[in-house]
């Protein structure tokens, strides 16, 4: 009995030791393979895009990663989908969170756009909308992608409530994008909260925020409350707490002391 007892326990053990480490190689691979891992996020954001099934194939692919890594199989297989240009998704990954939406002076590294956003249609039949887009700087830009894929139809029955919260502000060719949409779209406010400044230095850059402002656009860069909020809303935080980087409150200041200067 003793020893029947005994040995379920190291059994149990072992297979718990063994869960661990599978857990461990999951992490790896999960940190490792991040951006192997992106077309099925595609695959997933088109059937919510177009609103039609996942194809076939793609699911078993999916499936066919996942039961390697539950063998304890460390290698993802490649899948055979398109190159992606922008991602849609519900919630963003913790980690890249955290290094898109830093607020430092030189963003290095960063060369997409994240944008979370919020749009009340003021209307319980429209509700409301939430979810982010990212780019990759290749082909629409997240700002153009918004109009295009989240709010391609206007009714000027209705009044819009959109606010944004991206990881650094428009460029220039956005900035004048969005004028027009804002000039033709009359009932929609548009409010950016920006935790980085893009190219502020640029006379262009500055004529292109100045220009979204005077069209109604609501711009200010992101307070240490607004990161708060947005891994709450946004972000895979699994119930834990934003912790501010250092110097975010300080960040926060410079850029919006910045953007009061182009703006005034
Ligand atoms: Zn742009």
């Not at 955290?98 to 960063?110: D, I, L, P, T």
């Not at 979810?131 to 082909?139: C, K, M, N, T, V």
């Not at 909260?193 to 500055?206: C, K, M, S």
């Not at 069209?215 to 972000?235: E, I």
């Amino acid at each position: 009995m003793a020893d029947k007892s005994s040995s379920k326990v190291s059994s149990r053990l072992a297979a718990r030791r063994q869960e661990k480490m599978l857990e461990k190689k999951k992490e790896t691979v999960t940190k490792e393979e991040k951006e192997e891992t992106k077309p099925e996020k595609e695959a997933k954001n088109e059937m919510n895009g177009n609103g039609e099934p996942m194809e076939n194939g793609a699911e078993a692919a999916v499936n066919g990663a996942t039961a390697n890594e539950e063998n304890g199989e460390t290698k993802v297989e490649p899948m055979e989908l398109p190159p992606f240009e922008i991602i849609l998704g519900d919630r963003i990954d913790p980690f890249f969170f955290k290094f898109q939406f830093k607020n430092v002076e030189y963003s290095s590294g960063r060369n997409k756009t994240f944008l979370c956003y919020l749009v009340d249609q003021g209307s319980s039949n429209e509700g409301l909308l939430r979810g982010y887009l990212e780019d990759e700087h290749s082909g629409a830009h997240a700002e153009e992608a918004f109009f295009q894929q989240i709010l391609p139809k206007y009714d000027p029955a209705l009044n819009y409530t959109v606010t944004w919260y991206v990881s650094s502000s428009p460029c220039v060719a956005c900035a004048t994008k969005l004028v027009e949409i804002l000039k033709e779209r009359k009932t929609l406010r548009l409010s950016i909260f920006a935790a980085r400044l893009f190219n502020w230095e640029e006379p262009e850059i500055q004529a292109g925020l100045k220009a979204l402002a005077a069209a109604g656009c609501k711009l200010r860069a992101m307070k240490p409350l607004d990161f708060s909020y947005t891994w709450d809303t946004f972000v895979e935080n699994e119930d834990q707490r934003f912790t501010p980087w250092e110097d975010c409150q300080e960040n926060y200041e410079y850029y919006q002391e910045k953007l009061a200067d182009i703006l005034q």
